[in-house]
C-alpha cells in the first residue's frame, strides 16, 4: 500500500527559530493533510491542501502541495514553546486501497532545544 | 459547532475481554472513522461508517466490529482483547465526500 515517510523524525527548536519538515511518498496523492498531536490527545488538523502546487498558511504555519503530488511541506516561522508536539502529515489511501483510509507518517518530534 | 467526542478517556481491561468505545460525530458530519493508535506510532485505520454500513476497513481481524446510528454517532468494539491491543484509539469524522477528517480526543486502552 501507499506510505507517507516524514523527515526530520525529530527536531529541536529555539523560540524565534523557523521549522521546516516534509513529507514524501512513492505513488500520488490528492490530498495533503497536516495534523498536530500533543501527547495522551487526538490529531488537531492544521492545514489541508487539496491541489497541486497549493500554498496555505495557518497564521505562522505553511504548507505546500508539491506540484508532483508526491510530496508536502510545512514550515513553522518564529517558532514558539506551545510548537512543541508531533506533527503528522496524512493522505487519503488512493489505488485500490479501503474507502476512508488516511495513511499517516510516523510524524516528527518537536522539543525544545535545551 | 461541537466536536467529535468520545468515550471513556480510559479504559482498564484483561485479557480475554471484550470492551466498548464510543464515539459522537462533529455537528454536520455522518461519516466516522476509526482509528488505532500505538505508543510512538502513527493512526492506524481500522474501519469507517457511512449510513450506518461499514464502508472501509483495514487491516484489523473480525473481533473488531462497530456500529453507527442514525443519530451518526458510532461504537467500535473489540472482543477476546490480547496485549497488543493496548493502544489510543481515536475517532474521526468527516463530511461526505470530503477527504478532510476530524479527531476527537481518543480513549486509551490498557490491556493487561
Known amino acids: 500500500g501507499q506510505q507517507l515517510n516524514q523527515s526530520p523524525q525529530s527536531m529541536f527548536i529555539q523560540e524565534g527559530e523557523d521549522v521546516s519538515m516534509n513529507c514524501t511518498s512513492s505513488s500520488i496523492f490528492n490530498t495533503w493533510l497536516w495534523y498536530k498531536q500533543d501527547p495522551g490527545e487526538g490529531p488537531v488538523l492544521l492545514i489541508a491542501?487539496?491541489?497541486?502546487?497549493e500554498l496555505t498558511s495557518n497564521g505562522r504555519l505553511t504548507a505546500q502541495f508539491g506540484i508532483t503530488r508526491k510530496d508536502s511541506f510545512l514550515n513553522i516561522s518564529a517558532s514558539i514553546p506551545s510548537d512543541v508536539g508531533i506533527y503528522f502529515c496524512a493522505g487519503p489511501e488512493f489505488y485500490g486501497g479501503s474507502q476512508g483510509n488516511l495513511i499517516f507518517g510516523k510524524g516528527t518530534k518537536l522539543s525544545v532545544k535545551p | 459547532e461541537t466536536g467529535v467526542t468520545q468515550s471513556p478517556t480510559h479504559l482498564i481491561k484483561t485479557r480475554g475481554q471484550q470492551v466498548t468505545l464510543r464515539c459522537s460525530s462533529q455537528s454536520g458530519h455522518n461519516t466516522v472513522s476509526w482509528y488505532q493508535q500505538a505508543l510512538g506510532q502513527g493512526p492506524q485505520f481500522i474501519f469507517q461508517?457511512?449510513?450506518?454500513?461499514?464502508?472501509g476497513r483495514g487491516n484489523f481481524p473480525p473481533r473488531f466490529s462497530g456500529l453507527q446510528f442514525p443519530n451518526y454517532s458510532s461504537e467500535l468494539n473489540v472482543n477476546a482483547l490480547e496485549l497488543d491491543d493496548s493502544a489510543l484509539y481515536l475517532c474521526?469524522?468527516?463530511?461526505?465526500?470530503?477527504?478532510?477528517?476530524?479527531f476527537g480526543p481518543g480513549t486509551r486502552l490498557t490491556v493487561l
Open positions: 474521526a469524522s468527516s463530511s461526505p465526500g470530503r477527504d478532510t477528517q476530524y
Open positions: 491542501l487539496y491541489k497541486a502546487g
Open positions: 461508517y457511512y449510513r450506518e454500513e461499514e464502508n
